[in-house]
């Protein structure tokens, strides 16, 4: 039987039959993580299938080849050692580089927490304004958010990421340019918003200080070239980002710098800890038990084989409320594709829209739509309090996430809600009927700590790049993001009013615009 005869007998049963058997199925574990795929629509012939095609997919050989180190990318020739950054043994001479990157970082942060570094005019730095996009950006702002705890109290610190200058404008508000580092991070420092808001940054920490301004910029690129051209003959200081990392998976490398400086010291160690931990599963794991492989299998079997094109993520945890965002730019820029590396289309579906936000309140709002809406959508909980010493609260929360998933997979019949409120008019009855039948997966962990956040991302990541492999694409590079780049730089002219816009309507945008 192949995947689609599995899907299309188990479309015919009920939801509820599918689910009659599955609270017996072992839970899967693994770094901190437990991960409940009861609620879908597989059973133990369709993951047996499901196996067989990660065998036939060579997912364990992926694996092996992204430790071994090997070019899992091939349109830009290289290695992807995202890895590396978090490997506390050294593997040779090329993971010790990555991790040294790593070292000098965490050596610098120190220097700057503790006051040994200090600006031009002997000031202690008292802000730090991180400055990127994309990668470069989404990674350090969820670490400092998921922590903001853990944050020293004597540093101040900021994100700036937007084109839009208002973005700059409130990062830089009401600091002291003497006391202030800025933290900018760009992998191939071309990036024109990020060159954008660090041009400005300079002119407003130039205008206080003309003398030694460079002292008060951190630079982490993989072209070390444009940092020193930008740095125009100043001395400044520049990390190394090595070209193997990807900006999506970059999150542990020194372009975390600015929560090395402003989170507890402890934090990004063990961080960093609890990934490695997730990269020994991965890399030993059976297919059966392996956390990785068992999420890349789900996704093309719901993606794919089922034809969700959609997947809501829903963080039962305040500490992840920026990891829809987060992990959207993991996978959909990743997989958001549909060309292979040999230039062939695929022949399906491949990484769904992934959306989401934080438990419990998107129940007040966007969870109407997935209870009610004639379209279905897989959810995925992730229930993660917390710290904390208030019970009632947690127990609030989890029940929530719980009564969530239930309703969405077993719905509520009209009989069910009439046997509830038998002298409900029928009209108003009906409306309160809930279809049931969606899909969800349940990871769960006691509390979130670094350790954990550490280890979930470094999860996501695998099953992105193994999910991908299924996909038959090459989850490391990005072609789909290059053009609005340069459609955007074409347009400039038009919008300073030097030429007109080639394509009709944006002439037409354009002229009520400047007007
Ligand atoms: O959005 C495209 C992208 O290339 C991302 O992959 C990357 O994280 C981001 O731009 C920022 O790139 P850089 O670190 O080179 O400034």
């Known amino acids: 039987m192949t995947l689609h005869d599995h899907a299309e007998r188990l479309r015919a049963l009920p939801f509820r039959t599918i689910l009659s058997v599955r609270a017996a199925t072992k839970p899967l574990s693994a770094a901190g993580w437990n991960v409940d795929l009861s609620r879908h629509y597989l059973d133990t012939d369709a993951n047996a299938a499901l196996f067989a095609f990660a065998d036939d997919m060579k997912l364990k050989t992926a694996i092996d080849q992204l430790f071994d180190g090997e070019m899992v990318n091939p349109s830009e020739g290289r290695a992807a050692l995202h890895w590396a950054l978090r490997a506390s043994e050294s593997k040779g001479e090329t993971v010790r580089e990555i991790r040294q990157s790593v070292v000098d970082a965490e050596t610098l942060a120190q220097e700057i927490a503790w006051s040994s570094r200090k600006g031009a005019t002997g000031e202690r730095f008292k802000a730090v304004v991180h400055i990127g996009i994309g990668g470069s950006d989404f990674g350090p702002r969820l670490i400092a958010d998921a922590f903001e705890d853990r944050r020293r109290d004597d540093i101040e610190l900021r994100y700036c990421a937007n084109l839009d200058p208002l973005d700059l404008e409130l990062a830089l508000k009401g600091l002291d340019p003497a006391q202030t580092l800025i933290v900018g991070v760009s992998k191939s420092f071309g990036t024109e918003e990020t060159l954008y808001n660090l041009g400005r940054a300079r002119d407003w920490v130039k205008a206080s200080i003309p003398k030694g301004w460079s002292k008060h910029f951190a630079l982490i690129t993989a072209n070390r070239e444009?940092?020193?051209?930008?740095?125009?003959?100043?001395?400044?200081?520049?990390?190394?980002?090595?070209?193997?990392?990807?900006?999506?998976?970059?999150?542990?490398?020194?372009?975390?710098?600015?929560?090395?400086?402003?989170?507890?010291?402890?934090?990004?160690?063990?961080?960093?800890?609890?990934?490695?931990?997730?990269?020994?599963?991965?890399?030993?794991?059976?297919?059966?038990?392996?956390?990785?492989?068992?999420?890349?299998?789900?996704?093309?079997?719901?993606?794919?084989?089922?034809?969700?094109?959609?997947?809501?993520?829903?963080?039962?945890?305040?500490?992840?409320?920026?990891?829809?965002?987060?992990?959207?730019?993991?996978?959909?820029?990743?997989?958001?594709?549909?060309?292979r590396p040999d230039g062939r289309p695929v022949s399906g579906p491949t990484a769904p829209l992934l959306w989401g936000g934080e438990g419990t309140i998107g129940q007040h709002s966007y969870h109407q739509w997935l209870h009610q809406s004639p379209s279905m959508v897989p959810a995925e909980f992730i229930l993660a309090p917390g710290e904390t010493s208030d019970t009632d609260g947690v127990t609030g929360l989890t029940a929530h996430a719980l009564a969530q998933a239930e309703v969405l997979a077993n719905g509520r019949s009209l009989a069910d809600v009439q046997a509830d409120e038998p002298d409900l008019p029928l009209e108003i009855a009906a409306q309160k009927v809930h279809a049931g039948g969606r899909?969800?997966?349940?990871?769960?962990?006691?509390?979130?700590?670094?350790?954990?956040?550490?280890?979930?991302?470094?999860?996501?990541?695998?099953?992105?790049?193994?999910?991908?492999?299924?996909?038959?694409?090459?989850?490391f590079d990005q072609w789909g993001v290059e053009r609005g780049k340069t459609m955007a730089g074409r347009l400039k002219p038009a919008l300073r009013g030097e030429r007109q816009a080639s394509d009709a309507i944006t002439a037409k945008l354009i002229a009520a615009i400047r007007s």
């Open 439 to 475: 899909p969800s997966t349940i990871l769960h962990a006691p509390r979130l700590n670094p350790y954990r956040l550490g280890s979930l991302i470094a999860l996501y990541e695998h099953r992105t790049y193994l999910a991908g492999k299924l996909w038959g694409l090459n989850s």
């Open 226 to 339: 444009r940092a020193i051209d930008w740095l125009d003959g100043a001395d400044g200081l520049i990390l190394h980002m090595p070209e193997t990392i990807g900006g999506r998976f970059s999150i542990w490398s020194a372009g975390s710098l600015a929560c090395s400086i402003a989170l507890q010291s402890d934090v990004m160690e063990d961080f960093r800890a609890g990934a490695e931990a997730m990269d020994q599963h991965v890399a030993t794991a059976d297919v059966a038990d392996n956390l990785a492989i068992r999420l890349a299998l789900l996704d093309y079997w719901n993606a794919t084989i089922l034809g969700f094109g959609a997947r809501a993520l829903l963080a039962y945890s305040r500490r992840l409320r920026l990891l829809p965002a987060y992990l959207q730019q993991l996978e959909m820029e990743s997989n958001g594709k549909s060309v």
